[in-house]
């Protein structure tokens, strides 16, 4: 159902941004470094699964992308130079910038360490429409940092990120308040939560395009999607007042999977407790919280559904962790014995990382895992999930998770 609040005509619009650093990790070398100025610059490891997590402009115009392994990239660019990811440096520059956000506005909804939503809605009297503040945040990040922040403009969160992405790089987008022209062309991939499954369904259907979504009915979209068409003829329409949250009221991370057809074998359990696993850890990592109680859902064929918890001392926002536990969990079912139809997995008890992880990581001991899970993240939201996942779930060998 339609409603004022929910539509373009709601009574106070709102003004939000969606700011992102441009190949953040990249432009941070070319900036402490100014003689890699100009040149095609990866940053990834050199160690572990040897992807690329961050690539200038210059070596994408040589088709090399982020979740790319090195090897690749260095055949597609022979004189890209390759460097390591040195989180805590990115950190630093990160909180210089959100610093400059909150002398806008206090409603700064982080997404990562290079992006955030910015409510100012309440600050257009002191400084101005969306557009003009978000001229003067580009202005002093490029000032202050050397680096170039890209700037969504627009009546909420969802534009607002398909806005900065239209931006990119270095740009400002404002969508019209009647964003029919900017929204109507767009592909189905740039919408909010339309992974590869999803788009293959749509595309299936004859969809391509908002424009084609758009012709649908909502009934007709729940019919054939559940809750997502629901949100798909809303978000057809430039339609989505989710609020933006400083992050704290999360009380909960999760996943949960339900099967075209039930499963009972053990092994298709377990990786789809992996994927659910590497999900969450991304979400929460996402969020910037970790957590300590690990909850595993299992509904059975019959749709009986059972819990089961564990709490540890220690917060975690780590898949492989995360998988291990559930997979105890797993143990304490009868899944695997009788067939399974859902599989979820939820952390709570969830605290607060803020923009400092690194301290914690450090205390860890798990710097380099740290690094590799920002990569890993920023490389999902590039591509998607099915851009990057645990090799066991490509592969779906035996071998452990770590
Ligand atoms: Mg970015």
């Known amino acids: 159902m339609r409603t004022a609040a929910k539509g373009p005509f709601q009574p106070t619009p709102r003004t939000i941004l969606h700011l992102d650093l441009d190949a953040f990790y990249a432009s941070v ?61 990115y950190q630093e ?16 909804e982080p997404l990562s360490v290079d992006e955030a939503f910015l409510d100012v809605t309440g600050s257009r009297r002191l400084f101005g429409d969306g557009r003009c503040i978000a001229e003067q945040i580009r202005a002093a990040v490029r000032s202050e ?59 299936r259907q004859g969809l391509t395009t908002v424009a084609d979504l758009r012709r649908l009915a909502r009934p007709t979209l729940e019919r054939l999607y559940g809750a997502t068409g629901g949100k798909l003829y809303d978000l057809a329409r430039g339609w989505d007042n989710r609020p933006v949250e400083r992050g704290h009221a999360v009380k909960s991370v999760g996943c949960e999977d339900t ?31 970790v957590g300590r109680t690990l909850t595993i859902k299992v509904r059975y064929a019959d749709f009986s559904t059972v819990t089961r918890s564990t709490t540890s001392a220690e917060a975690v926002d780590h898949g492989p962790c995360l998988f291990r536990g559930a997979l105890e969990l797993l143990h304490k079912t009868e ?27 450090n205390a860890q001991g798990s710097h380099r895992q740290a690094a590799l899970d920002a990569a890993m993240d920023h490389l999902r939201r590039r591509f998607g999930r099915s851009g990057l996942c645990p090799a066991t779930l490509l592969g779906r060998s035996e071998s452990d998770p770590e």
Request: proline share 6%; glycine share 8%.
């Open 29 to 89: 070398e070319q900036l402490d470094r100014p003689e890699l100025r100009g040149k095609p610059v990866l940053v990834g490891g050199r160690n572990g699964r040897g992807v690329v997590c961050a690539c200038s402009y210059e070596a994408r115009s040589y088709g090399v992308r982020s979740a790319m392994p090195v090897s690749q990239a260095l055949r597609l660019c022979p004189a890209a130079i390759l460097l390591p990811v040195r989180m805590a440096r």
């Open 93 to 108: 520059l990160s909180r210089h910038v959100f610093d400059i956000f909150s002398h806008y506005t206090d409603l700064i």
């Open 145 to 203: 940092t050397g680096l170039a922040v890209s700037a969504g403009v627009a009546a909420n969160k969802f534009l607002a990120k398909l806005a900065s992405e239209q931006a990119k790089p270095d740009g400002l987008f404002v969508v019209p308040e009647d964003p029919d022209d900017f929204l109507l062309g767009l592909p189905l991939q740039r919408l909010w939560g339309v992974g590869p499954v999803l788009l293959r369904q749509l595309n």
């Open 259 to 289: 099967f075209e057809r039930d499963l009972v074998d053990r092994d298709d359990l377990r990786h789809v407790l992996l994927d659910l696993s590497d999900r969450v850890a991304a979400r929460l990592r996402h969020k910037g919280l």
């Open 335 to 361: 899944a695997g014995r009788r067939p399974v139809r859902l599989l979820g997995i939820t952390v709570s008890q969830l605290s607060h990382v803020g923009l400092e992880p690194l301290d914690l990581f």
